[in-house]
């Protein structure tokens, strides 16, 4: 018997792991499968169905889409009570508020089974993704915190500054799906034929007329645009870079001096269309003037942070985050003072993102790095080419370490703030501007014009009580990318988390809870993951960055016996004196006290 051929479309990595692990245990089925969602999905399910494959599967949204757009079988992969369950025991114990935001398949089940768990969480069904947004903003009025959802629920919530919580498919899903796939391919049903809409394009205008989907395959190309193009049969990166899925229907996006085939051309391009939302039309024509300059030692981001992803609800976060968010409301320059790691950047673009300037670009430089010379012309411009202060419409320019200014960019960058501008101010350093004007060598007028306001990033030893939540981030996209389904750090561990320092903060944090995610099999994070995680962190980072000399010790034994040989070793190097010891182990004196019990005496 002929195997049924099955195109597979998984919204996230991990499904799509999942689907083909299992789809070998049947051999009835040959299956393979791309990683797509909505939208994105339509070219592929295209080429398959001209690829004769008998049935394609997919989940939630993406499934109902594609639906409409072939004539082959589509199988939905459901969302179970498991999945949901799964989603609930990892945020029961949050501080956040949640809500449930998906099509109905997801909706109708996360609301049965937090009913049968006596848990008010609040659903917003949604029947397209156009929807999203919409309940997005109904839900956090109503003070939402944590949205749970799809693909298109969590990278919308996203786009909008809040967290988003991925609601997985799990194996019993998808061999329950796999039972259906059989059943339908035995009842093969037909769908609708492609729409077709290149009747409304011009043909004979001068002006380059091209229809393309978002991922820039060509649909459809006048004699002008084939021109530009030749016999391509998509668009060039630097023209598929301007696209953009968050594009309101309506408006156009332009763009000059976009360089195609050795021509810089100019581009205009219009939203989606009714007839074939999926696509976007770019009218080109030729260039005309000299083009930009790009900037090499000025950066210009194209996603940026909003303060409703300062993960944390500790006293000195929230703290931190409302008097940021106050600053943001006037357009003075504002000096971030915090250690390596702390979030320097995030509140920087959090900023800009709530301020006036927030519909203007966000441009950033880190001054220990750049190139004196070039970044003074970036700035400043030169006499041919005038620089970014004097020509910028609006925004926010981040000097990031902004104490490692030379002298002679400061003197300028002073010169140049007393003009006035439309650029608004923020600097960033490890150190305070009253520290700055201490240590000297900085100019006094500078450090008054950048430090209008003043706001310091707690490190994450001040607010140790959002380690769990920083956590339950991490590892919502930990199962995202590889299919996992971890719904918790067990409380021993948390308490083993939260005694240590973290000199590097949160980038330091991610990068051991990842290692321990990495290594659980199960559900939760256990001693052992730990255990494993931190002997390897502690030998291998710490030891190279001058820490603990682990040399003689016997790493034999329980993690315990290991780590009273460590303490005591640190604790003899240095005479005995508890504070350096504590300082150097990363912990406090209190902690090491009551690690080593009867040697020490308070």
């Avoid at 792991?17 to 070219?43: F, N, Q, S, T, W």
């Avoid at 000096?335 to 979030?343: C, P």
């Avoid at 016997?554 to 010891?581: D, P, T």
Wanted: aromatic share 6%; glycine share 8%; hydrophobic share 40%.
């Amino acid at each position: 018997m002929a195997k049924i051929k099955v195109k597979g479309i998984a919204p996230y990595p991990g499904l799509r792991d999942l689907l083909l692990d299992i789809a070998k245990e049947d051999d009835r089925i040959e299956m393979d499968v791309e990683i797509a969602d909505l939208e994105e999905a339509l070219p592929i399910v295209l080429q398959a169905e001209k690829q004769k494959y008998d049935v394609i599967v997919s989940r939630g949204g993406t499934a109902q889409l594609i639906r409409k757009h072939v004539s082959i079988p589509v199988v939905d992969i459901p969302v179970s009570g498991y999945d949901i369950l799964r989603v609930l025991t990892l945020i029961k114990d949050s501080n956040s508020k949640p809500a449930i935001i998906g099509f109905p398949g997801i909706c109708q089940g996360a609301a049965t089974v937090s009913s049968l768990l006596n848990l008010e969480i609040p659903v917003y069904p949604v029947h397209h993704e156009s929807e999203v947004r919409g309940a997005l903003e109904r839900a956090t009025n109503q003070g939402a915190q944590i949205v749970l959802g799809d693909v298109v629920t969590v990278r919308t919530a996203q786009e909008m500054g809040y967290h988003g919580i991925l609601i997985t498919s799990g194996r019993e899903s998808v061999q329950e799906m796999l039972t259906e796939l059989v059943y339908v391919h035995d009842i093969y049903m037909k769908g609708q034929e492609k729409a077709r809409f290149y009747e409304e394009l011009l043909q004979h205008d001068t002006t380059g007329v091209l229809a393309v989907r978002a991922n820039g395959d060509i649909l459809y190309a006048n004699p002008a645009a084939q021109a530009w193009l030749g016999n391509a049969d998509a668009i060039p990166p630097a023209v598929a870079s301007l696209l953009s899925a968050d594009q309101p229907d309506g408006t156009t996006v332009t763009a000059e001096h976009v360089a195609i085939q050795d021509r810089l051309c100019d581009i205009r391009i219009a939203a989606r269309t009714k007839e074939e939302p999926s696509a976007f039309v770019l009218y080109l024509q030729e260039s005309k003037g000299v083009p930009p300059q790009p900037f090499r030692e000025i950066q210009t981001p194209e996603r940026l942070a909003a303060f409703a992803q300062v993960i944390g609800s500790s006293r000195e976060i929230a703290k931190t985050v409302k008097r940021a968010q106050t600053y943001a409301q006037t357009n003075k320059s504002v000096w971030l003072t915090g250690e390596m790691g702390s979030g320097r950047m995030h509140f920087a673009q959090a900023i800009h993102v709530a301020s006036r300037q927030g519909r203007h670009r966000f441009y950033s430089v880190c001054c220990s790095s750049a190139e004196e010379e070039r970044l003074a012309e970036e700035l400043f411009g030169t006499e041919g080419k005038p620089g970014l202060l004097t020509t910028a419409s609006g925004g926010t320019l981040y000097l990031e370490e902004a104490d490692k200014l030379s002298v002679r960019l400061q003197d300028q960058l002073a010169a140049e703030l007393q003009k006035g501008g439309r650029l608004r101010l923020i600097a960033s350093s490890t150190l305070s501007p009253g520290q700055v004007a201490k240590r000297g060598g900085f100019s006094s007028l500078l450090l008054h014009q950048l430090a209008e306001c003043q706001l310091r990033i707690p490190p994450l030893r001040e607010r140790v009580e959002d380690i769990g939540e920083l956590a339950r981030v991490l590892i919502a996209h930990h199962n995202s990318a590889y299919g996992k389904h971890i719904v918790g750090i067990r409380e021993e561990v948390i308490e083993r988390l939260a005694e240590y320092d973290w000199p590097g903060n949160l980038k330091e944090f991610e990068n051991v809870v990842e290692e321990m995610l990495l290594l659980t099999e199960g559900h939760y994070v256990g001693l052992e993951e730990w255990q494993e995680a931190w002997q390897r962190y502690s030998a291998e980072t710490r030891a190279g960055n001058g820490g603990l000399p682990l040399a003689g010790l016997n790493l034999e034994g329980s993690w315990e016996e290991i780590e009273r040989q460590i303490l005591l070793h640190v604790l003899k190097e240095e005479g005995m004196n508890q504070s350096r010891a504590a300082k150097r182990l990363g912990i406090n004196r209190t902690t090491l006290w009551r690690k080593l019990g009867g040697v020490l005496k308070k």
